[in-house]
């Protein structure tokens, strides 16, 4: 089983910045995809950012120019850095792993999650 554990959330004010990290653990030679996803209370999960494996990033509307995502694949982590953050960037983020990669962040694609880390951002 592929384990996901994501850490770097916390607290910050509008504008400022944060940098998770998604550390992947167990048997991950079927890893083909990874991505971003935030749920905020009474939302459903969406998807902002993906790196596919042969090396491409897709990334939605909202997040473009703030956000970006980059692989170590030495040490099989996947980091987000946030830059101008938004007080409705405020949410639960979570990493997830899948066999393949659509055009879209659909959360079908994927079947690994980690528990998640809470970003607050507040004006």
């Known amino acids: 089983q592929v384990k996901l554990v994501e850490s770097g959330g916390g607290s910050v004010q509008a504008g400022g910045s944060l940098r998770l990290s998604c550390e992947a653990s167990?048997?991950?030679?079927?890893?083909?995809?990874m991505a971003w996803f935030r749920q905020a209370p009474g939302k459903e999960r969406e998807g902002f950012a993906m790196?596919?494996?042969?090396?491409?990033?897709k990334y939605t509307e909202s997040v473009k120019e703030r956000f970006t995502i980059s692989n170590d694949n030495v040490k099989n982590i996947l980091y987000l850095q946030m830059n101008s953050l938004k007080p409705e960037d405020t949410a639960m983020y979570y990493c997830a792993a899948g066999v393949k990669c659509g055009y879209l962040i659909s959360k079908g694609d994927f079947n690994y999650w980690g528990q998640g880390t809470q970003v607050t951002v507040s004006s």
């Open positions: 167990g048997n991950v030679a079927s890893r083909t995809c």
């Open positions: 790196f596919r494996p042969d090396g491409t990033i």
